[in-house]
């Protein structure tokens, strides 16, 4: 296994398309998170999974966003009728969580870039 | 919710100078304690780690350190190169929720 992967790795889209992201964790890593970078701004928060359950979601996660996570295994993030407002670094990881409240190891993806013109 | 802050925000060294970032935090509850290091159009690599039984840990030139009272960590970098310089964030946490993320520090080693 090579770690998580992200793809696309860039997306340039027109303002009002849609777009999908794809991320693969490292494999049986139970837990899977998505954030999103700004420039100079350090990663923020969006959801995580938790195996096929998505467990908490960021306010910043307006209703033009979704995630799914529907096997347990890989993640898709979807963004409806993108806005300027939407370019970002969308980031994921995944932890392998053991239970409890030990926290633990997370590993990241290269990112996917997103410019919306 | 988590207040999570670093210091200094930049930071320029001589190479083969000592570098020190700190992290501060408002969680009690946190209990792991990773560094990252984010280089241009990357994502975060974790660098080193700690737990809170642990006050101290050291990986060849990089190191953490914990003080659980204060609720703050730092990362140490020693003998720096060039190729260290880039944003480090710590993401202070427990297991039972996300990682947040610190406003970052811009590690410059001046070569």
């Known amino acids: 296994d090579t770690g998580v992967s992200q793809n696309p790795r860039h997306k340039i889209t027109k303002r009002g398309q849609n777009v999908t992201f794809r991320c693969d964790p490292i494999s049986e890593h139970n837990r899977l998170y998505w954030y999103r970078q700004t420039l100079g701004q350090g990663p923020e928060f969006l959801t995580y999974?938790?195996?096929?359950?998505?467990?908490?979601k960021s306010r910043l996660l307006s209703d033009r966003f979704s995630a799914e996570r529907p096997k347990g295994s890989f993640s898709t993030l979807e963004i409806q009728r993108t806005e300027q407002g939407d370019s970002a670094m969308y980031l994921c990881?995944?932890?392998?969580?053991?239970?409890?409240?030990?926290?633990?190891?997370?590993?990241f993806g290269q990112g996917t870039r997103l410019t919306v013109v | 919710g988590e207040n999570v802050e670093q210091h200094p925000s930049t930071l320029s060294v001589q190479e083969g100078d000592s570098a020190v970032i700190k992290c501060t935090y408002s969680d009690s509850a946190s209990n792991y304690f990773p560094w990252y290091k984010q280089e241009l159009g990357k994502g975060p690599q974790l660098i080193i780690d700690?737990?809170?039984?642990?006050g101290e840990k050291k990986d060849q030139r990089i190191a953490v350190t914990l003080n659980k009272t204060a609720k703050h960590f730092s990362l140490h970098i020693t003998e720096t190169q060039p190729e260290d310089s880039a944003v480090y964030f710590c993401a202070p946490t427990s297991g039972t929720y996300k990682y947040i993320f610190g406003t970052g520090t811009r590690l410059k080693v001046l070569a």
């Open positions: 990881a995944s932890s392998a969580h053991t239970g409890g409240i030990r926290g633990t190891e997370a590993f």
């Open positions: 700690i737990r809170s039984n642990v």
């Open positions: 999974f938790q195996n096929e359950a998505q467990l908490e």
